[in-house]
């Protein structure tokens, strides 16, 4: 087998890598959570989710966007009409999984939750910081969870074991350098293809290749049945696109 999976010497045993790219803000990035922490419970992998900050002008959402006032400028039937697909295509698939989702009135502002999955991933809890932010905002359509509020976000980041004194720290980190490294990861996704959230970077025939949404899922999972690295004997590659939890 390749370098990326095990030492061919020594025989030492490697995961495999999986890098997924989300937007605090997007519903398909919700979606994906649960797909992917069953890739970890079923399979030696280690998924790393990093952010991706979305432009809903780039996304043709909108012609303008304006945090002080997040609505869209001016409106668009043409923009109606995809807004209303995302969230279409997120309630059918979120119903399926046990989850609640629903549209927000406004365009939402990710910078700073899309900052906190940074710190997040500091002590290693990416994937316990998603779950409870898409918990608070999601199900409400984020009436009731302001995520661009250092106070709220610090108290997930808090609720998820990160200690009160590195809090002050993340307050300092949003004010320059979160903003730089918000920059950062955008350029990573970029240099693999990305053109929407979730994106998925993965070991694909020895080369790391970058796709576009939760239908590959599958495609990860048989290839790593094709490495042997299932955690039992009872795990299947196959999953379908819709699927329920």
Known sequence: LSEPFF?????EFRMYEIDIFVDIKSPLSYLILPQAS??????HCNVRFKPYNL????????????????ERLPPNEAQTRRAKMYYKVGR???????LEI?????????ELANMALIWANKYNSGIEYLTEIYAAGWPNGWQEFDMDNLSNISKILEKIGVPKIDLVKFANYTEK????DLE?????????GHVGCPHLVFDLNGKRTGLFGREHISLIRHTMSDLDLERNHDIKWQVPH????
């Open 242 to 245: 819709f699927w329920k939890l």
């Open 184 to 192: 950062k990861f955008n350029q990573e996704a970029h240099e693999s």
């Open 102 to 110: 629903k549209a927000p009135r406004i365009l939402l502002s990710a």
């Open 7 to 11: 030492f061919q010497h020594k025989r």
């Open 177 to 180: 350098q979160g903003i730089k």
């Open 55 to 70: 432009s809903y002008v780039d996304m043709g959402l909108t012609t303008t966007h304006d945090r002080k006032n997040p």
């Open 92 to 98: 059918i698939y979120s119903k399926a999984m046990g």
């Open 38 to 43: 069953q890739m970890v419970e079923d399979y």
